[in-house]
């Protein structure tokens, strides 16, 4: 089956520790987004790709970072610059259309 | 900029009772207009979508009409059902090249037996 994998589902780590979070899609898709979820509010848009080997900000990038080497995977590196690294992180995709997939989310907790 | 607005929650309904989340945005150019849903713990899936207006998406009983004039686009159904308890989020596409989603805040909706 086509998809998005995320993983871990949970991940736990120390202040001023980096954590890189997987992302890895199975659709082909040219298009891969990186948001950040907090209770009560909806999703913001960290960064996003649109080629291999490219990505933008978006409006929250401030202590993440990106890489895309390979069409398939876009994982995000939340750094120790992060000030609220605490939330449930969602990846997505699109084939240049109109329909984000998303995955299934990473909740980062951060003591 | 481009921005997406909710009705607060949380919506508390009896099973069969009718269901509308109202959903208004604010954009240049013609966005797309998408309803998501999220059940607890897990990501999000397209419930919907209209991509221009008077355009009505429709799934699973949910439906929503593209109003431009209103800049509206109000999630319904007509009888609501337990399994249907979730976050529902009404997005917009920027309508540029990258396909970026603008969300609204979410909608908790409560279905009680």
């Known amino acids: 089956d086509g998809g998005i994998t995320q993983s871990p589902k949970y991940l736990f780590r120390k202040e001023g520790q980096n954590v890189t979070l997987s992302c890895e899609q199975n659709l082909n898709h040219d298009a891969m987004y990186w948001y950040r979820q907090d209770p009560g509010q909806g999703l913001r848009l960290i960064y996003y790709?649109?080629?291999?080997?490219?990505?933008q900000k978006g409006d929250i990038a401030e202590g993440y970072s990106v890489s895309r080497e390979k069409k398939e995977s876009f994982p995000l590196t939340v750094t120790s610059a992060q000030k609220n690294p605490t939330a449930f992180y969602l990846c997505?995709?699109?084939?240049?259309?109109?329909?984000?997939?998303f995955g299934p989310g990473t909740r980062l907790t951060v003591t | 900029g481009d921005s997406v607005t909710q009705m607060e929650g949380p919506v508390t309904l009896s099973e069969e009772a009718f269901l509308t989340i109202n959903c208004t945005y604010t954009?240049?150019?013609?966005?797309?207009l998408f309803w998501y849903v999220q059940y607890p713990g897990e990501g999000l899936q397209l419930l919907l979508k209209a991509t221009k207006a008077d355009d009505k998406g429709s799934n699973k009983g949910f439906e929503a009409t593209y109003r431009k004039e209103t800049t509206s686009f109000h999630l319904e159904k007509g009888s609501v059902q337990v399994s249907d308890s979730a976050v529902y989020f009404c997005a917009l596409t920027t309508g540029d090249s990258s396909y970026k989603l603008i969300f609204g805040s979410g909608t908790r909706l409560l279905v009680r037996p």
């Open positions: 790709s649109q080629i291999v080997n490219d990505f």
């Open positions: 997505a995709s699109t084939d240049r259309g109109y329909e984000q997939y």
């Open positions: 954009a240049t150019g013609y966005p797309s």
